[in-house]
Structures are given as structure tokens and as C-alpha cells.
């Protein structure tokens, strides 16, 4: 069954620190993955997808096969960065998004 | 303000009521969706809408209902038989069937008691 994990509910790092948000995905097709995010009192948006290979934000995410991840990345946080991160998995065979449980990124000054 | 809108911000019903959440969108989108939030999970597919005038169950369709009869509009009613109705609602629209990006409004919390 197609699943998207992200371990943490919650991480907290302090500004100019590095920051990697953790994706895992379990899925038989050929993976399609996005980050979305959704920042206080803002509606969820689309960050970013492995496809455009394109840096948003600052941050990045590859996609890497062999251990079925697509972890976020940013390698100096700001406090602008605080917010609920979701990865989703669109699967193929209907073209839907399965959606992780989301991390909260909290970066502290 | 374009982009998408759902209708009221916070909705109270009683048990063994059926409630009708309203969403519409400006952006002449295709696909329509409707997903159920609960803490600590993610994203949960309720319905979603291709075209006018056609519609697929998601993941979590059962006590739950949905029309297309407009492009621009895709409204929920959450039924009786819903086992567990109280929820946060959020609809989004994409280009079309394909399209990862999805656009989302600001949701409805209903709560049933």
C-alpha cells in the first residue's frame, strides 16, 4: 500500500542552524513527490516537487530511490521558516495525493 | 481575492444532523478535492471531482456526499451516518487530473455534538 511517512511531528532548531525534514514514502509505481507548507494563520501551499528539481525558499529535497526518501533541506533556517511541512505522494494509477502527517518546524532565535 | 473559499470558517451542528460545507473556486480548475484533517494525521481524501458533473469516493467517502453540478463550485455534505463527523475540512482545486499542485482554502471545522 502507498504510505508517506515524516518521523517527526516536531522539530526545533535555532536560526542559521541546518534543517532536514524527513520524508519516506512506500510506493511500487514511479514516485511523484511534493513538499507543501502552511504557515501560521496561511492557507497549505505548494513548496516544492522533486520533478522542477528547483530550490524554494532556500530549501531543497532530493529524491532518492534507493532508500525511498525525500528529505527537506535548508542549510541555514530563519524564523520565517516556522510552519507545518507536509510531503505528499502522487500516485499513478489516479493521480491523488497521499499525504504524509506533517512535521512542525519550529526555529528558534 | 481570488482563489478558493469555504463556507462558514466554524460550523456547529447537533448529532443526527446533516451540515452542507460550501466550497468555490475562481480559478477555472477541473479537478476539485475534499479532504478531512485530524490532529496528529495527515490529509485524508474524503471525495474529489474531476469534471462537472462527475465524482470519485476518496479514501474515508463513507457518511459523506458531494454534487458538481457547477465547475466553479463542489459542495460537502457530511451526513448522519458520518460515525465521527467532527473535523477539520479543507477543499482544494488543481489545473486538472495530473496536477500535483493543489490549491487549498482555508477550511471549516465542524463540530458535532
Known amino acids: 500500500a502507498q504510505r508517506v511517512t515524516q518521523p517527526e511531528k516536531l522539530l526545533s532548531v535555532f536560526k542559521g542552524a541546518p534543517v532536514e525534514l524527513k520524508c519516506n514514502y512506500s510506493y511500487s509505481g514511479s514516485p511523484e513527490l511534493f513538499w507543501y507548507v502552511q504557515y501560521s494563520r496561511q492557507r497549505l501551499q505548494l513548496l516544492l516537487r522533486h520533478i522542477s528539481r528547483e530550490s524554494i525558499k532556500g530549501f531543497t529535497a532530493d529524491l532518492n530511490k534507493g532508500e525511498t526518501s525525500f528529505h527537506l533541506k535548508k542549510p541555514f533556517a530563519q524564523e520565517e521558516d516556522s510552519a507545518m511541512y507536509y510531503c505528499?505522494?502522487?500516485?499513478?494509477?489516479?493521480?491523488?495525493?497521499?499525504w504524509g502527517a506533517g512535521t512542525k518546524l519550529i526555529i528558534k532565535p | 481575492d481570488g482563489g478558493i473559499t469555504q463556507s462558514p470558517k466554524y460550523l456547529f451542528r447537533k448529532e443526527g444532523q446533516n451540515v452542507t460545507l460550501s466550497c468555490e473556486q475562481n480559478l477555472n480548475h477541473d479537478a476539485m478535492y475534499w479532504y478531512r484533517q485530524d490532529p496528529g494525521q495527515g490529509l485524508r481524501l474524503i471525495y474529489y471531482?474531476?469534471?462537472?458533473?462527475?465524482?470519485q469516493k476518496g479514501d474515508i467517502a463513507e457518511g459523506y456526499s458531494v454534487s458538481r453540478e457547477k465547475k466553479e463550485s463542489f459542495p460537502l455534505t457530511v451526513t448522519s451516518a458520518q460515525k465521527n463527523p467532527t473535523a477539520f475540512y479543507l477543499c482544494?482545486?488543481?489545473?486538472?487530473?495530473?496536477?500535483?499542485?493543489?490549491?487549498f482554502g482555508p477550511g471549516t471545522r465542524l463540530t458535532v455534538t
Open positions: 471531482s474531476q469534471i462537472v458533473n462527475d465524482f
Open positions: 505528499a505522494l502522487m500516485v499513478d494509477s489516479n493521480y491523488q495525493l497521499i
Open positions: 482544494a482545486s488543481s489545473m486538472g487530473q495530473g496536477w500535483g499542485e493543489q490549491y
